[in-house]
């Protein structure tokens, strides 16, 4: 798609965050058309520049700003300085969008806060990720998503009864809030184009994780008697029943999702199996029937068993490694990645997840140096005491 044709094609955002959640909410605005503009400080940058995934970096940058900053540009300006602080508020005061992850009190003690810009730009979009909402006993607490998932609650979901606290391995809570700082400040130009009234959005890392485990929290808010009770080492799911897991086969492993405790016995060769029919044997048995159907799938490869499960549409997957699955068919046909260049040196990375009007969404452009962009939006963007 040409940059004309994206649905916020002229929307100009300044990127006042680093690590990952709110420069990747940027991201997904900037691949839906937006100009993303990050105001950096000088020498250091953004952090994420250093905080490497996996230890690996590509001129200069960590692989994972790479991945998080492509279609963006860098202007370095340091907010303690007077001179540049005032800079800044001039690319305020003509931005459609402003968003910050800075913990609370940070952008007030800046003058860069909510209400102090919206008077100089009453249409702007503003929006605020924090760790842990701006008011509460943990709102001053470290916004880190390991931090986070532990508060939430998330860890004793995952693992069997024999495990301690089992995080994801993943930053969920980071990119849970990304998509809802994008969802919010989306929401919001829709209002300002149909009304002219800006806002302010505001989410948090925990009410993130919070809302990822809206089911559990119901139930429970509804019945306080539910506690949490992990199955054996098979189940993936503390509050589903028998199959519900991953499974050992001969040469790898097989996830198996709900499906009839019976259907299962008959399609493997389990009688004991076939004999529950009783639904509720799939919760009071469900580590003895997941022993069961461990024994049996480790007998015979992989692909063996998809192919007897497959074709009587049983809920079933390949528990894929990351070589698998980046080497897979499946994983070309979704064309998922897509190149970006930067001096000289060609770096994949992944492309938004989203199509518009059936055509995907890519952009070549890659993560900024630090700055580069400084000279080049000055000229463009003169500072000035009332911008035009």
């Known amino acids: 798609m040409t940059d004309r044709s994206l649905p916020l094609d002229g929307i100009l955002v300044l990127d006042f965050s680093q690590y990952l959640a709110g420069p990747v909410a940027a ?14 400080r000088p020498g250091v940058g953004d952090i994420g520049r250093t905080l490497a995934f996996a230890g690996r970096e590509v001129d200069g940058d960590t692989v994972s700003f790479h991945a998080m900053n492509r279609n963006k540009e860098s202007v370095a300006a340091n907010l303690k300085d007077p001179a540049d602080l005032e800079y800044v508020r001039s690319l305020v005061r003509r931005a459609d969008v402003v968003i910050e992850n800075f913990r609370p009190g940070v952008m007030d003690r800046l003058g860069l806060d909510y209400e102090s810009v919206r008077k100089d730009n009453p249409g702007i979009v503003y929006a605020s990720a924090t760790g842990y909402g701006e008011t509460g006993p943990w709102k001053d607490r470290p916004g880190q998503d390991l931090l986070a998932q532990s508060i939430s609650g998330l860890p004793w979901l995952n693992g069997s009864h024999q495990d301690g606290p089992v995080p994801v391995g993943m930053s969920i809570a980071d990119h849970l809030m990304s998509t809802h700082i994008a969802q919010g400040v989306t929401a919001l130009l829709v209002r300002r184009f149909r009304t002219g009234e800006g806002g302010r959005t505001q989410t948090s890392l925990l009410e ?11 139930v429970k808010l509804t019945d306080e008697a539910l506690t949490v009770q992990r ?41 004991e199996l076939i004999a529950m029919t009783d639904p509720q044997l799939a919760w009071t048995e469900r580590e003895h029937i997941e022993d069961a159907i461990a024994a049996r799938l480790r007998t015979e490869p992989t692909d063996h068993w998809l192919s007897v499960l497959d074709a009587a549409d049983v809920w079933c997957a390949p528990v894929l490694t990351l070589d698998e699955l980046v080497a897979s068919d499946g994983f070309a046909a979704i064309n998922m990645t897509q ?25 070549g452009k890659a993560a900024p140096k630090l700055g580069e962009d400084t000279a080049r939006i000055r000229a463009e963007f003169p500072g000035s005491g009332e911008d035009s």
């Open 27 to 40: 991201l997904r605005l900037a691949d839906l058309g937006a100009r993303v503009i990050k105001i950096e």
């Open 208 to 218: 993130s994780m919070l809302d990822l485990q809206f089911e559990l929290l119901s």
């Open 231 to 271: 199955g054996g080492a098979r189940s993936a799911h503390a509050f589903l029943a028998a199959p519900y897991g991953t499974y050992p086969t001969s040469d790898g492993y097989l996830a198996l999702a709900m499906n009839p405790i019976p259907q299962i016995g008959n399609l493997l060769d389990l009688p």
């Open 339 to 363: 190149g970006v260049e930067r001096s000289g040196v060609r770096l994949t990375t992944t492309r938004s997840p989203i199509r518009i009007d059936g055509k995907i969404l890519s952009s």
